[in-house]
T-cell receptor, first 114, second 116 residues
């Protein structure tokens, strides 16, 4: 089976630009998670979807961040406008049947905002 | 709030030897899950092993095994017959059993170096 797919793998953009990160979960997985990894804060959960519905977005840092899951096989994380402090590795993960199942991570998107 | 602590920022092991990575956690809950993830230089987060807190038996996965001490809130990872490909950062993670958020709480990570 294909794992979690993320695109792009690397993104370099200038401050103020809109950034869109994409994720395709593992087929058959009902839950999707977006995480951010930085040196200062480690790995943090940004948002969790179950059956395409956002369940917990308390980790989204501010209104500049938004996430959508229009269908079971696709999710986006958008940053608008981007700032240098958003530079990080963004991971998407998916799992079966909800929050207690093992999460499988994608390869991540390394974002650099200049 | 739950916390996960990995007290060893860096560890090294000789190829073919055994190494143990430490992890402690703090929780007042009785139902939870613990994980070890591996992050090689590629940055991919790879699941190594999972342990359910209600299970007394320690989880094993080929050369990887855990020593789960529930009373001590300790969850160490043992890597036997270390290989060069085991070199990576290892993260211990906690998941509340009745959580409806799926929020994995990660430790700070331990970088493992494997010497040939």
């Amino acid at each position: 089976d294909a794992g979690v797919i993320q695109s792009p793998r690397h993104e370099v953009t200038e401050m103020g630009q809109e950034v869109t990160l994409r994720c395709k979960p593992i087929s058959g997985h009902n839950s999707l998670f977006w995480y951010r990894q930085t040196m200062m804060r480690g790995l943090e959960l940004l948002i969790y979807f179950n059956n395409n519905v956002p369940i917990d977005d308390s980790g989204m840092p501010e209104d500049r961040f938004s996430a959508k899951m229009p269908n079971a096989s696709f999710s986006t994380l958008k940053i608008q406008p981007s700032e240098p402090r958003d530079s990080a590795v963004y991971f998407c993960a998916s799992s079966r049947q909800g929050a207690q199942e093992t999460q499988y991570f994608g390869p991540g998107t390394r974002l650099l905002v200049l | 709030a739950q916390t996960v602590t990995q007290s060893q920022p860096e560890m090294s092991v000789q190829e073919a030897e055994t190494v143990t990575l430490s992890c402690t956690y703090d929780t007042s809950e009785s139902d939870y899950y613990l994980f070890w993830y591996k992050q090689p230089p590629s940055r991919q987060m790879i699941l190594v092993i999972r342990q359910e807190a209600y299970k007394q038996q320690n989880a094993t996965e080929n050369r990887f095994s855990v020593n789960f001490q529930k009373a001590a809130k300790s969850f160490s990872l043992k890597i036997s017959d270390s290989q060069l490909g085991d070199a990576a950062m290892y993260f211990c993670a906690y998941l509340h059993g009745s959580s409806n958020t799926g929020k994995l709480i990660f430790g700070q990570g331990t970088t493992l170096q494997v010497k040939p």
